[in-house]
């Protein structure tokens, strides 16, 4: 049997070694989600240390040193806490939902996993539709927060869910438009299409403006600052989760490490080549530490700007959504839609054989990366003309009200 | 003629979520639950869709259907009264729906599943499974089904376009 994935290279094995191979099939395939789904939950132990650490070196404090070295052992003994503290359901919630909510929110983030490429042969499962699976698979993660805001029966739950409903199906709008631009360039959903597709160039300078509106977007997806009004702790108390105590609050806290780190891992995949480095064809293993390697750098920015930028009002937040991204990203996707017709029609595409080479990808890189700045100048301009309207309206109010001020003295005198 | 294998037993399981979260809906008092029952019922269908290798359906249907109803409660939240004992029948006309839910019931039996079960000539579908890439073409191909798909993009940007109207303020 060939060696295409992380899950169908056992059952051969096991079938020589004289097992049923049905029974073979089975093993093989629940061992191989065993692992796939095994490597986040582990993963999310490391990422709790690193952003603790590090939003308290950007806060000027040294974060958890007590529990092992450097305090790495500290999330382990979080979690043994919050494993045998009392877990306590509030009165009138809806028990079965109340439950399940936790759960359903893990695993959404957990199942983007399975077609996360990691190297040329290792990848759960390479769907023919992954890039469309993990959106799929994303949009349940919002019903769970939805079930644990309704189910606590708590207004301050509730309230938070809402908020959190309208950011998260909001912000899915001007993702998909950014992830159809790999898509289109690539030619294929499969996630491991996506980056072999990515050898000769990095979808990044193809579609610079598509990178940043998937990053952007992404970051409100987690709800992390400067969107994180889902758990604005001045007005909502703690958001949807209020009610949730014990290793219940740890699946959302978990969920929500991952979902950050999964994101980081994406957008490495789409856009920055996923696995592609030197000598990955011949040291496989090799994708692993380029893939992570890049994500490690999104997900550092990521927690930058969670520990630097302040949150933005819901109206801002909307309104920057609907006003703003979703109009660029459509903007984006036609221009990079055309300008690739185009390309093929001049025949500057690199031609199947070469499209592993660098200087065969230059011509279309060019074309396209000339249409995102062409996006970019007149988004820029359009940005301040509206400043200075802003600007503007906001002078003839103050000027108005300095004569009101000014009159009043003047009819006193009369 | 049903022999048991993954498949069937997948096929068995997912009918299951399918019928049982459809009956969940009609029959449950408390509106959260019916949407929940909803979503078990969509994922079910979902699930048929991936038996029958049309993956990017299965994969539309959990994000257009199943991420919707987490609207859906919004909506059931913010407007009805009682949310969880509902007892007053609201509609006067739940025999005329009724009716046709049993009228549709009979059309597919009638129509798809007793030609099945009299060994009717099912050669007539073919074998071949077609690909996300044929579902594309298909839909933007002049001899296939472009039209209907023009048509239906019609119809939803003008229901955008409508509500954008009547929910913008008249200045």
Sequence with gaps: MECTDIINTLAACLEVSGTDPGLAQFIQILLGVVIVTMAPLIVVILLIWVERKFAARVQDRIGPNRVGPYGLLQTIADALKLIIKEDITPAGADRLIYNLAPIISVVSVVLIWAVIPFSPIHIGVDLSIGALYFVAVGSIGTLAIMMAGWSSNNKYALLGAFRVVAQLVSYEVPMVFALLVPVLIAGSMSMQGIVEAQRGMWFVILSPVAALIFFISTQAETGRAPFDLIEAESELVAGFNIEYSGMKFGLFFAGEFVHVFTNALLMASLFFGGWVGPAVDQVPALGFIYVVLKAAIFYLFSLLLRNTLPRVRIDQLMAFNWKFLVPVSIVNVIVVAFLLQVVRALGLAPSAELSNDFIANLPQAIVLLVGSLAIVIYVLQQLRNFGRQERLSQQTVTVRKEDEVDMLPAQAAH | ?171
Excluded: C
Excluded at chain 2, 16 to 24: C, H, N, P, R, S
Excluded at chain 2, 69 to 90: D, K, P, Q, Y
């Design chain 2, 1 to 171: 003629m049903l022999e048991l294998n993954a498949q069937s037993i997948g096929f068995l399981i997912f009918s299951a979520f399918t019928i049982g979260g459809g009956l969940g809906v009609v029959s449950s008092r408390n509106l959260i639950h019916g949407a929940l029952y909803l979503i078990l019922s969509l994922f079910g269908a979902a699930g048929l869709f991936v038996l029958l290798s049309a993956e990017f359906l299965a994969a539309v249907q959990v994000l257009v259907y199943i991420g919707a109803i987490a609207i859906l409660i919004i909506f059931a939240v913010m407007l009805t009264r009682s949310l969880t004992r509902l007892g007053e029948v609201f509609n006067k006309q739940w025999w005329l729906s009724a009716l046709v839910a049993i009228g549709m019931f009979v059309l597919i039996l009638v129509g798809v599943i007793l030609p099945v079960f009299s060994g009717m000539d099912t050669s007539g579908v073919s074998p071949n499974v077609a690909t996300t890439i044929d579902l594309g073409v298909a839909l933007v191909d002049g001899n296939q089904y472009v039209l209907p798909f023009e048509v239906a993009s019609i119809l939803l940007t003008a229901a955008m376009i409508g509500a954008i109207v009547i929910a913008r303020d008249n200045e």
